[in-house]
């Protein structure tokens, strides 16, 4: 069964420091792969997306991901975080009739920043 | 150029009840896909829409139906209402020509209490 897991549930950073928030998936064939952030009161936006190619891909926002087979994971990075970055971020994986079919997204791990 | 529009913002609903929600695409966007956001977990897919038509759906029971009209506008809804249901509804968008680019654009959700 497809799943993703986001181990760390709530993480605090301080201010200009770096970011990297951990995703694991289980899917049987390649995966889109995907992190969203979500700001109170907001919908999802997309912040970076991986199918093939490259297997380090830059995002929004100055965030990347790096997507190891071997490892089933898909972390994201950021080097030096800002306070409108605290948010909850959301790894998802999907891979139905199209990039945008049928996503599954982890449970999230909600980022505070320390001033 | 609005993005993805739900209506309403609230709704407090009773057990055993009916609610519709409501869901305009991002002009230009021909599929409707709908996620049921537990407080405290990531969204899940309900199902999506594509011609007027049920593409894929998750794994949610018959209660949960949907529609999608020729304008690509889309409604959910929800029959006899559990305690259950309470949570924050995404509706998302995508144009499904964008192949392996397909993304999708979430509107701010309505958030429907059951009591």
């Known amino acids: 069964a497809q799943s993703v897991t986001q181990p760390d549930i709530h993480i605090t950073v301080s201010e200009g420091a770096s970011l990297e928030l951990r995703c694991n998936y289980s899917?049987?064939?390649?995966?889109?792969l995907f992190w969203y952030v979500q700001s109170p009161g907001q919908g999802l936006q997309l912040l970076l997306k991986y199918f093939s190619g490259d297997t380090l891909v830059q995002g929004i926002k100055g965030f990347e991901a790096e997507f190891k087979r071997s490892q089933s994971s898909f972390n994201l990075r950021k080097p030096s975080v800002h306070w409108s970055d605290a948010a909850e971020y959301f790894c998802?994986?999907?891979?139905?009739?199209?990039?945008?079919?049928?996503?599954?997204f982890g449970s999230g791990t909600r980022l505070s920043i320390r001033p | 150029d609005a993005g993805v529009t739900q209506s309403p913002t609230h709704l407090i609903k009773t057990r055993g009840q009916q609610v519709t929600l409501r869901c305009s695409p991002k002009?230009?966007?021909?599929?409707v896909s709908w996620y049921q956001q537990a407080l405290g977990q990531g969204p899940q897919f309900i199902f999506q829409y594509y011609e007027e038509e049920e593409r894929q759906r998750g794994n949610f029971p018959d209660r949960f139906s949907g529609h999608q009209f020729p304008n690509y506008s889309s409604e959910l809804n929800v029959n006899a209402l559990l305690l259950g249901d309470s949570a924050l509804y995404l509706c998302?968008?995508?144009?499904?020509?964008?192949?392996?680019?397909?993304?999708?654009?979430f509107g701010s959700g309505t958030q429907l209490s059951v009591l």
């Open positions: 002009s230009g966007h021909d599929t």
């Open positions: 998302a968008s995508s144009f499904v020509g964008r192949g392996s680019d397909e993304k999708l654009f």
């Open positions: 998802a994986v999907g891979g139905g009739y199209s990039s945008a079919s049928k996503i599954i």
């Open positions: 899917y049987g064939a390649t995966p889109y």
